[in-house]
């Protein structure tokens, strides 16, 4: 990455346990900062980047008083399917992303699709560009070819989430807890569940680094989460190398591409899980995803993309209005 342009996140950044947004947005940045183009003062920064709903009524400060800057939103989401409460929050991304924002960074194609189709009205400057892990934590460092769990003979799947809502597959995992053959088979939970398990160990919300070497001493990783913008801890396990068995459902089958297989619910689960394990060696050869560098590189060429248009006077940056101002302070 070479740029002369100096960037701002920003974000409540959190350490330990969080959601998958921060884990990206701590690695962009650390990814900024490696390369001598973050910024820690928005007042030094050329772009601010800003992220889905979080901290927007100080965005609109920052818009009014930094108007040479350009904003650009990486959208989480849609998240109407939370009901009455996600379809506020959506209208509120959307607004904002009309009024402000003169990028959009959607986390996947299928983001991108189903936001249009909620009501997102298209920006001037739209890309998608996946997530991406730290690679100093999520890497294979040596992951043995074949089986980690094989000094007792079973195979060791594993999944994870840091919310126990419905919509994250606890109803294939409780599934699985019932009629996995757990004389081939071991899993692990990692994260928040909504109920125990009988068969399945569960570990509670750890850090990064632990995920990453729980991520290693498994096999298979397992992902039945239903709504996903880029789910940031399928990410994770692939950059661990780990082949996947993934529900087939919004931007899941997208992220996975060819390391695993996807899965349609409880009739066909178990026959995906046994199908990766038959071929594991084959999957964990699959191309890895792009590294946070090249994702680094990415978002560097949309800043500058949109900067280069300003200069050449092909765009104006966009500039909130009193009447845009006095909208937004019903909405936020």
């Not at 680094?296 to 949109?306: K, V």
Request: aromatic residues 10%; charged residues 25%; proline residues 4%.
């Amino acid at each position: 990455m070479s740029t002369e342009i100096r960037i701002h996140t920003h974000c409540e950044f959190h350490d330990g346990p969080w959601g998958g947004g921060n884990q990206f947005l701590k690695a962009l940045r650390n990814e900024f900062i490696r390369n001598g183009c973050y910024v820690d003062d928005p007042e030094d920064g050329d772009v601010i980047l800003f992220n889905s709903h979080h901290h927007l009524k100080e965005i609109m400060r920052l818009e009014r008083r930094y108007r040479d800057k350009i904003f650009v939103h990486r959208v989480d989401g849609p998240i109407s399917y939370r009901g009455e409460e996600g379809r506020k929050t959506d209208e509120t991304i959307f607004t904002i992303n009309s009024l402000v924002a003169d990028g959009t960074v959607f986390q996947s194609n299928w983001s991108r699709r189903e936001s249009h189709k909620q009501g997102m009205k298209d920006n001037n400057y739209e890309t998608v560009i996946h997530n991406a892990p730290d690679p100093n934590i999520f890497a294979a460092h040596g992951q043995a070819p074949r089986w980690v769990g094989a000094r007792n003979g079973k195979i060791r799947l594993i999944a994870m989430s840091w919310s126990a809502n419905q919509g994250k597959g606890f109803d294939i995992y409780h599934f699985l807890d019932e009629h996995l053959d757990f004389e081939k088979y071991e899993m692990t939970f990692v994260g928040r569940s909504d109920r125990s398990f009988e068969n399945i160990n569960i570990i509670g919300p750890v850090s990064s680094e632990q995920v990453a070497q729980h991520l290693r001493q498994h096999d298979i990783f397992i992902l039945a989460s239903k709504l996903e913008a880029c789910s940031n801890s399928l990410v994770e396990a692939l950059n661990c190398r780990l082949p996947s068995v993934v529900m087939n459902t919004s931007s899941n089958p997208e992220i996975l591409g060819e390391r695993g297989q996807i899965f349609d619910g409880k009739e066909d689960v178990i026959q995906k899980i046994e199908r990766v394990a038959e071929n594991i060696d084959d999957y964990r050869e699959t191309p890895p995803m792009p590294n946070i560098e090249v994702v680094g590189e990415r978002y560097c060429q949309f800043f500058e993309m949109i900067l280069s248009e300003i200069r050449n006077g092909h765009y104006r940056a966009k500039r909130l209005t009193f009447l845009d101002s006095i909208r937004l302070r019903f909405i936020l």
